[in-house]
C-alpha cells in the first residue's frame, strides 16, 4: 500500500506535458521580412526537452519553462506585439530583453512558400505541419488547429474569432424594402438615449444621417464604422454624407490598409446598428436611397429586422468594438459634395412592419460563424426559400458552398426555390444570374429534383433591383445577413446577419418572397437588360450583312 502511494505521488509531482500540439502559426506576414512570423504551442505541463524545428533550424525553452494553454514564440517579439498589440511568451533573438528568448540552434525562419514545423519531445516527433502540403501558404493568412484539422476557416491576421451563441425569447419587428425600411430606421434611432453603433458598406443617405445628427443634438453619442474603399470608391454623395456627420460632432471612422496598418478584412461589407446595448438593427441594405427609400418610392428588395434583447445588442456591440480597435482604421471626414437624389420611380406599399415575440436568434458572422448558412441549409426538412443579389461559383470547377448545400436537399426531398436578381449588372454578362437560372434548372431538369430557380421581373414588382441576400428554412428558420452568395463574402469580408426561429417572422419573410417570386419567371429578364443585349446583337446582325454585301459585289 505504502509502495502504491508512493508512486501515486510521484506520478502528481513529475510535470508532464499534456496533448503538447502546434495549434497555430503564421510564416507569411504582412510586414517587410516578416519578423512578426510566430508559433503558438498549446498544452498543459514542462517544456523541459520540447523542441521546435523546420528542419534546418530549431529552439528548445529556458530549463524549468512551462506551459498552461498557450504559449506563443514569436522571431521578433516586439514586431509581435506592434501587430497583434499583446507581448509574446517568447522571442527566437534577443531583440527586446523583457520578453524571454528560446534557446535557438542553428537558422530558424519559417519560408512562405514551402517548408515545414516538427515537434519534438526528446527524440519523439510528436507532430509535423507542412506546406502547401497540409496548409495552403498566402499571405497574411495565420494557419490554425481545430479539433485535429487544419484551417477549417480561412483565418486572416487581426480577423475576430467570435464563437456561435445563441439568444432566446427575443422580441422584434421584421421589415423590408422598399416598403417600409426607412420607417423602421427612423423609429430605432429615435428610440437612442446614450449611444448608437452604426458599421455600413455605404452611407449616402440624407435622411438616415439627419436622424443620426438629430441623436446627437439630443446627446446620444453616434459612432460610424465605414468600408474605406468600396467597389468603385466612396461616391461623392458618401463623401458629403461623411462630411455632414463629422460636421455635426459625428465620430466617423473608416476601415482599410493604410501603411503598414493592413486592415484585418477584405471589405467591411455589414449592415448593423447597436442602439443603448439594447436595440440591434439589423439588414441586407447599404444606407442608401435604394435601400432605405422614401415611402411611396421605389428602391431595392432587402430583408431587416430590429431586435430588442440586451444580449445580441451586447454581442454586436463587441463585434463593433473589436473591428473598431482592429488594424486599418482611422478617421474619415469626407467632403463637401452633391446630396444624393431621391429614387423617381414608385412603388405601392405592400408590407407593413411586423411585430413578434419569443424568437431564437443566431448571430452569423464572416468568416467567424458564416458556416453556420450551411447548418441551416442542411437542417431544412420540407422547403428551402432563398432570395439572393446573385450566386457565383467559389472557382472555376468549383461550385458556390451554399448553392451546393440547397441543391443536396433538393436530392432528400426538400423542395428549393431560388430567387435571383436581373438588374442589367447581374444579367449582362456570359456568367451571372441568367446563366446560373439555366444551370439550375439544367439540374432540377436532368435530375427530377423538387428545384427551380428564377429571375425576378422587377418592373411588374416595381423594384429596382434585388439585393437581398435572404433565406427561408420550413416555414420556421429565416437567415438576414449581408452575406453574398460568392466566395469572398463568406471567406474575407466582415458581414452580419441572424437566424431567426420564428415562425410569424419566418411567414412574414415567406409571404414577401412569395409575391417576388410570383412576379417572376425561368426566363425572367429587365427589360433594360434585355436592351442591353439587343443592342450588340443588333450591330452583330448589321456587320454581318456588310460583309455579305461587300463580298457579294467583289464576286460580281
Same mark, same amino acid.
Given at each position: 500500500? $505504502? ?42 505541463? @514542462? ?57 535557438? @540552434? ?6 512562405? +512558400? ?21 496548409? #495552403? ?26 464563437? %456561435? ?5 427575443? %422580441? ?34 440624407? #435622411? ?41 460632432? /459625428? ?5 482599410? !490598409? ?29 444606407? #442608401? ?8 418610392? @421605389?428602391?431595392? =428588395? ?18 463593433? =468594438? ?13 467632403? +463637401? ?6 429614387? !423617381?420611380?414608385?412603388?405601392? $406599399? ?17 468568416p467567424d460563424t458564416s458556416y453556420l448558412i450551411t447548418d441551416l441549409l442542411r437542417s431544412a426538412t420540407s422547403e428551402i426559400d432563398i432570395e439572393q443579389a446573385y450566386i457565383s461559383n467559389e472557382s472555376k470547377g468549383i461550385p458556390n458552398r451554399y448553392l451546393a448545400d440547397a441543391i443536396d436537399a433538393s436530392h432528400r426531398g426538400v423542395h428549393v426555390r431560388i430567387l435571383l436578381d436581373s438588374y442589367w449588372f447581374n444579367t449582362a454578362g456570359e456568367d451571372d444570374n441568367d446563366e446560373m437560372m439555366a444551370y439550375i434548372n439544367q439540374v432540377a431538369a436532368s435530375e427530377h429534383l423538387p428545384l427551380e430557380a428564377r429571375c425576378a421581373e422587377l418592373d411588374k414588382n416595381e423594384l429596382e433591383k434585388i439585393h437581398n441576400k435572404g433565406v427561408i428554412v420550413d416555414r420556421k428558420n429565416v437567415l438576414i445577413s449581408s452575406i453574398n452568395w460568392n466566395y469572398n463574402s463568406p471567406t474575407f469580408n466582415r458581414e452580419a446577419g441572424v437566424i431567426i426561429d420564428q415562425p410569424d417572422a419566418a411567414q412574414y419573410y415567406r409571404d414577401v418572397f412569395e409575391d417576388d417570386w410570383g412576379q417572376s419567371t425561368a426566363t ?18 448589321? /456587320? ?9 459585289? #467583289? $464576286?460580281?
Amino acid at each position: 500500500m $505504502k509502495l502504491f502511494a508512493t508512486f501515486l505521488l510521484f506520478c502528481l509531482i513529475i510535470p508532464c506535458v499534456q496533448a503538447l500540439t502546434i495549434s497555430e502559426f503564421c510564416p507569411d506576414t504582412y510586414l517587410k521580412n516578416d519578423p512578426d512570423e510566430y508559433v503558438v504551442l498549446s498544452g498543459v505541463g @514542462s517544456l523541459d526537452g520540447i523542441m521546435v524545428s523546420d528542419g534546418e533550424g530549431s529552439y528548445r525553452f529556458p530549463p524549468g519553462s512551462r506551459i498552461d494553454g498557450q504559449t506563443t514564440v514569436a522571431y521578433d517579439g516586439m514586431a509581435y506585439a506592434g501587430v497583434h498589440s499583446r507581448m509574446p511568451d517568447f522571442e527566437f533573438y534577443n531583440f527586446s530583453p523583457d520578453i524571454p528568448d528560446v534557446i535557438p @540552434s542553428g537558422p530558424f525562419r519559417l519560408a512562405n +512558400a514551402k517548408d515545414e514545423l516538427m515537434l519534438y519531445d526528446h527524440d519523439t516527433l510528436l507532430q509535423k505541419v507542412s506546406w502547401p502540403a497540409d496548409v #495552403k501558404p498566402r499571405e497574411g493568412q495565420v494557419h490554425c488547429m481545430e479539433n485535429g484539422i487544419w484551417d477549417a476557416r480561412v483565418f486572416m491576421l487581426g480577423q475576430s474569432r467570435f464563437v %456561435p451563441v445563441s439568444f432566446t425569447n427575443v %422580441p422584434g419587428a421584421c421589415f423590408v424594402s422598399p416598403d417600409c425600411s426607412l420607417e423602421l430606421y427612423e423609429n430605432c434611432i429615435s428610440q437612442a438615449k446614450h449611444e448608437i453603433l452604426v458599421n455600413v458598406y455605404e452611407f449616402s443617405s440624407q #435622411k438616415m444621417a439627419d436622424a443620426l445628427i438629430d441623436a446627437r443634438t439630443r446627446g446620444v453619442n453616434v459612432s460610424v464604422l465605414l468600408e474605406g474603399g468600396p467597389v468603385g470608391g466612396i461616391s461623392p454623395e458618401g463623401n458629403a454624407t461623411c462630411d455632414r456627420m463629422t460636421r455635426n460632432n /459625428i465620430a466617423v471612422y473608416r476601415m482599410g !490598409t493604410t501603411g503598414d496598418s493592413h486592415a484585418p478584412y477584405r471589405y467591411d461589407h455589414a449592415k448593423y446598428i447597436v442602439v443603448d446595448s439594447l436595440y440591434l438593427f439589423i439588414t441586407s441594405e447599404n444606407f #442608401k436611397a435604394d435601400g432605405f427609400p422614401s415611402e411611396g418610392k @421605389s428602391g431595392n =428588395r432587402g430583408w431587416g429586422v430590429c431586435l430588442i434583447d440586451p444580449g445580441i445588442a451586447t454581442y454586436f456591440g463587441e463585434v463593433f =468594438r473589436s473591428d473598431l480597435n482592429g488594424k486599418g482604421i482611422s478617421p474619415m471626414r469626407g467632403r +463637401a459634395g452633391p446630396q444624393e437624389p431621391g429614387g !423617381t420611380l414608385l412603388h405601392t $406599399k405592400e408590407f407593413s412592419p411586423l411585430r413578434f415575440e419569443g424568437a431564437t436568434v443566431t448571430p452569423v458572422l464572416a468568416p467567424d460563424t458564416s458556416y453556420l448558412i450551411t447548418d441551416l441549409l442542411r437542417s431544412a426538412t420540407s422547403e428551402i426559400d432563398i432570395e439572393q443579389a446573385y450566386i457565383s461559383n467559389e472557382s472555376k470547377g468549383i461550385p458556390n458552398r451554399y448553392l451546393a448545400d440547397a441543391i443536396d436537399a433538393s436530392h432528400r426531398g426538400v423542395h428549393v426555390r431560388i430567387l435571383l436578381d436581373s438588374y442589367w449588372f447581374n444579367t449582362a454578362g456570359e456568367d451571372d444570374n441568367d446563366e446560373m437560372m439555366a444551370y439550375i434548372n439544367q439540374v432540377a431538369a436532368s435530375e427530377h429534383l423538387p428545384l427551380e430557380a428564377r429571375c425576378a421581373e422587377l418592373d411588374k414588382n416595381e423594384l429596382e433591383k434585388i439585393h437581398n441576400k435572404g433565406v427561408i428554412v420550413d416555414r420556421k428558420n429565416v437567415l438576414i445577413s449581408s452575406i453574398n452568395w460568392n466566395y469572398n463574402s463568406p471567406t474575407f469580408n466582415r458581414e452580419a446577419g441572424v437566424i431567426i426561429d420564428q415562425p410569424d417572422a419566418a411567414q412574414y419573410y415567406r409571404d414577401v418572397f412569395e409575391d417576388d417570386w410570383g412576379q417572376s419567371t425561368a426566363t425572367g429578364k429587365n427589360p433594360d437588360a434585355t436592351a442591353e443585349y439587343l443592342k450588340p446583337g443588333i450591330a452583330v446582325i448589321v /456587320i454581318t450583312l456588310l460583309v455579305i454585301l461587300y463580298w457579294q459585289r #467583289k $464576286k460580281q
